[in-house]
């Protein structure tokens, strides 16, 4: 894992500016996170590319949403890898990988890097959450095993231990939609909105001549085509979980309520398109290992951090030749005709790529453009195909000419999913004296909170016990001596408080600052813990009460507060321009996903990312949509450690017939 992470991560071309001078390319990957930097090495490393492949990347930073410092202790000059391997490091963005991601695992295996478990639990195995983690539910501290249980001897009415009020209906769907062909979940219960919309159990596919069910198949669309319910109801692709909730299991706007609260991810699932569930529900795997293999359980994620994905992956591109250019971002592509083409003496490709140098402060990780005014700080691209990978969705149609056929479909796309803001938040506290324990919680409630979630219907919407728990533990992993006394909590929030706190005006910085220096920026002095952090005093404040409130303890008997990182995922955010997250709208969702791929058929422009995929919201999505476009537009063969099963199962309602899936 050490020599991934030592490799070069980028080689800056010179690039001068001017038409004259102009780089070539034979494609251009636009992106350096997930999606950008495993098309970029599957191209290297599968097909020999006339003028060669670049990347570029508008910041200093490879990874995207993936962004993995360590916090609470630190590498030092000399450290062997194990102790590397073993310190506590932020997720800043994506943090885990399930069993059943199998285009991560095939990564992961292909490239060397190294996985450890992401516990859920205290003990060491299974995906969910420990049952006598605590929940904090509108003044209530209750254990996840006082909710399941008061859930499952539910009939009917309201549940006294839980404070909503669910209303008397609280159905148990049947375990078939009768006349639907569509297998539910009857087991669980249905009161907080989870209606069986996963579709696995098909023998034959509808409308056709008894077609046995494929995921390879051009006709699983049809799936979401038939009526729910049955014979006179909308079609499936029409509902969204919020709709289904309410119509089809009965949902209540308090019922609702508790499922966010309980979950600890606040979805807007107005919008939210409820047929997307994948055919194989909830399929973690067993968590057994192969002969000669580490045991590696439910959840995994890359000992150095979640960037280390993209991160070996941009290693292996540059080995392979390719190159990377950063602080490097793409303002407009312009399709150049035939006559354009013609009258300029050298092959200059169907494509001109417009960028602006872009200069990363390196205490307040914005990415600005060095010079403003527009003159001199343009660098021309021209190439014969683009890949644009993993970009903000809200800005997408825009590097296209205005009403042209690329930013029609662009933003006929983008139009099709919706998005999620949120910030993660990681406090790391000094326990050599006092530890973070839930002690004024136990006696009667019963709770402990060793490893995993503390869920809250505050603005703490959960709080992780990462370092130790989660991260690491002995003797599965071993830690670093001098990290004992490090206890790390992340905090995840879609908290409007919160992100008040967190664009409260602190970016100004002067220029040509060190990470030595940070404490020259204007706003240091409201910053907390160390300054190239810049962490809010304000938001620090606001997450130690809301944690002092869940812990039933003042503020005063918290640890000392050693460190804070934070990352705000939304547009508006200068420090990380794009969405969290995504998700598709309800409508005929599968229809734009292969458009996207390529949204003009004889234009050379590509688009892929996590945004755009079956598994929204997991690095998974980022490979799986790039690898479709690998496989079904560039003709790319399918790498050896995935099979036709799992590289169709990545998108099973695919409506074109597939290149190499026979």
Known sequence: ALAVLLLPAVVVAAAVSGQDAAQRVGVAVIGGGASGTYAAWRLATSQSVEHGIALFERSDRIGGRLHSPTIGCHAAQGDSA??????????????????????????????????????????????????????????????????TNEL??????NLPRLPYEFTSFIPRLPDKIDGSGLTG??????????PPMAFYNMTSLPNTTNEPYDPCSSNNWRILEQPLPAPDGPPVWAYTRDTAGRLLAGTSSEGSAFGNDFSGYRIAQINLAAAT???????????????????????????????????????????????TQMNMQLLRIEVLDGDEQASNSSDIGKLKLTFVETATNPC?????????????????????????AGMATETLASLFEPQSQLAVEAAAAVDMVDLNNYGKFFLAFNTSERNISTAALSGANGTHWEAGRFVASSDVQQAFKWWPGTQARSPNETSAADCEDVTVLQVYSQSPLLRVAVNTPQWSCVPNVT????????????????PQDHFPAALADLLLTQLALMLNVSVTELPPLLEAKYEWHEISNPQSPAAAWHFWRPGKWWET???????????????????FSFDQGWVEGALE???????????VARPAWLSRNDYCAAMPYYPDKRRFAS
Not at 185 to 194: E, I, K, Q, R, V
Request: charged residues 20%; aromatic residues 6%.
């Open 625 to 635: 949509t790039t690898e479709m476009m690998l496989q079904e537009k560039l003709s």
């Open 82 to 147: 194990s102790r590397i391997d073993a310190l506590p490091r932020c997720e800043l963005g994506g943090m885990r990988i399930r069993a059943s991601d199998v285009f991560v695992h095939g990564v992961a295996e292909a490239l060397n890097v190294s996985l450890g478990n992401f516990y859920m639990n205290s003990e060491n195995s299974g995906p969910d959450d420990d049952p006598l983690n605590p929940a904090a539910l509108r003044g209530s501290i209750v254990t996840r095993l006082l909710v």
């Open 515 to 530: 990470l030595d220096t940070c404490d020259l920026c204007e706003n240091a002095t409201n910053w907390v813990g160390r």
């Open 364 to 388: 307040t990780e914005i990415t600005e453009r060095i010079s403003k005014d527009g003159v001199g700080d343009t660098r021309v691209v021209y190439a014969d195909k683009v890949v644009l």
């Open 593 to 611: 996903f292969a458009s996207v791929l390529q949204p003009v058929d004889d234009v050379p422009v590509y688009i892929v990312g996590e945004a």
């Open 185 to 194: 979940t009857a087991a669980s219960m249905h009161l907080y909105g989870d």
């Open 152 to 157: 499952q001897a539910a009939d009917g009415g």
């Open 277 to 323: 569930d994948p055919f194989v529900p909830g399929d973690q795997g067993d968590g057994q290992a192969e002969p000669g293999k580490p045991l590696i359980g439910p959840f995994s994620r890359p000992l150095l951090g979640m960037q280390e994905l993209p991160l070996a992956m941009s290693a292996a591109f540059l080995s392979a030749g390719g190159e």
